[in-house]
């Protein structure tokens, strides 16, 4: 059973940076595709960023050129770096474990993002 945690949430302004932490536990690491998603009010949950074990990885287009997903298998730790943030990104925001980037069985609990003007 893999256990998920994330931290690094926070109030940021707008045009601002955040980096987002994922740590996993009672897994392979290294095996699993990682991914990050969000939940804003009253929306659906939306892919962000994926990683798959071999770190190829993946952006929604809302994200592109300003987040960036990375692994570090020692630390069997994720990140979400993000950068130019923009009040539509205030969510909370989930990281994800999985056997591929389009399959996740395992979430985390949420780490609140938001920005502010």
């Known amino acids: 059973q893999v256990q998920l945690v994330e931290s690094g949430g926070g109030l940021v302004q707008a045009g601002g940076s955040l980096r987002l932490s994922c740590a996993a536990s009672?897994?392979?690491?290294?095996?699993?595709?990682m991914g990050w998603f969000r939940q804003a009010p009253g929306k659906e949950r939306e892919f962000v960023a994926g990683v798959s074990w071999n770190e190829h990885t993946y952006y929604a287009d809302s994200v592109k050129g300003r987040f960036t997903i990375s692994r570090d298998s020692a630390k069997n730790t994720v990140y979400l770096q993000m950068t130019m943030l923009k009040l539509e990104d205030t969510a909370v925001y989930y990281c994800?474990?999985?056997?591929?980037?389009?399959?996740?069985?395992?979430w985390g609990q949420g780490t609140q993002v938001t920005v502010s003007s």
């Open positions: 009672g897994g392979m690491f290294s095996n699993y595709a």
């Open positions: 994800a474990a999985g056997m591929t980037t389009t399959r996740y069985g395992y």
